[in-house]
């Protein structure tokens, strides 16, 4: 099992109450099951909404079952972005 971070963004970070917690999970999924578990409700439905970035590359359509998380790594969360 792999430690590290997951970092909320707008609103991902309203919804999580926080901007950033540890996770310890195997893989993305696992990372966000837990992350659902801690901050049910709102988050819950921003997270089906959101891209991720694991480790600075982009998850894109993955199942997040197969994209691994590395020890000390970083998980983002970025909810739809308006403007430009």
Request: negative net charge.
């Amino acid at each position: 099992m792999a430690a590290g971070t997951i970092r909320y963004w707008a609103a991902a970070k309203a919804a999580a109450g926080v901007a950033e917690e540890p996770y310890a999970a195997e893989n993305l999924a696992e990372a966000l099951d837990a992350a659902r578990d801690r901050h049910p409700g709102e988050l819950t439905r921003v997270l089906q909404r959101c891209s991720f970035l694991v480790d600075g590359d982009p998850v894109g359509t993955r199942a997040h079952e197969t994209v691994r998380l590395a020890e000390g790594g970083t998980v983002e969360v970025l909810p739809p972005f308006a403007g430009g």
